[in-house]
């Protein structure tokens, strides 16, 4: 059976009609069409699935859609910046070279997006124990910690 929803998907209400298992991630990709939401494990574990829910971050991977009907989900297509340009985590990665492959790199903006929403000037420690959850085989993480301390002085500037 499936069931009528409507997502606010960055900034748009999306209505779509999914099957009750549907996970948000697959709602995301083949319902809507926004491929930056990447699946790697489909357990969790990885995080490059992290996707902003009311501006928490959250997997998708393991998120029914049905469960967020009404919801406010931010993609990493959504974290642009006022201007349409890119936004100062995604800047700082670019900057810093906090990505190799890519295919991590959209949980890991999602992320560290809400990071430092939460805590704008982290420590060392805080910026480790916030990225924790995603995994990045590619770049060792020096240049992700790098890219979050990056952005937090580039948030700064705009403020």
């Known amino acids: 059976m499936d069931h009528?929803?409507?997502?606010?998907?960055?900034?748009?209400?999306?209505?779509?009609?999914?099957?009750?298992r549907r996970l948000l991630s697959d709602c995301l990709r083949h319902d809507l069409g926004l491929t930056g939401t990447h699946v790697g494990c489909e357990h969790g574990v990885c995080g490059c699935c992290t996707v902003l829910l009311d501006g928490r971050p959250v997997r998708s991977c393991?998120?029914?859609a049905v469960t967020v009907d009404g919801a406010e989900i931010t993609t990493v297509e959504g974290l642009a910046g006022r201007d349409g340009g890119m936004s100062a985590v995604q800047r700082a990665f670019a900057e810093c070279h906090g990505l190799q492959?890519?295919?991590?790199?959209?949980?890991?903006?999602?992320?560290?997006?809400?990071?430092?929403?939460?805590n704008p000037a982290p420590?060392?420690?805080e910026v480790i124990d916030g990225i924790s959850g995603n995994l990045c085989r590619c770049t060792g993480y020096q240049n992700i910690v790098k890219a979050v301390h990056r952005a937090a002085e580039l948030l700064a500037e705009e403020a």
Do not use: K
């Not at 900034?11 to 999914?18: L, S």
């Not at 492959?101 to 939460?118: H, I, M, S």
């Open 4 to 20: 009528e929803i409507t997502l606010v998907v960055n900034g748009t209400a999306r209505r779509c009609r999914v099957p009750a």
């Open 62 to 64: 393991l998120t029914f």
């Open 101 to 118: 492959c890519g295919f991590c790199t959209p949980g890991f903006l999602c992320t560290v997006t809400a990071l430092l929403e939460e």
């Open 123 to 125: 420590t060392d420690d």
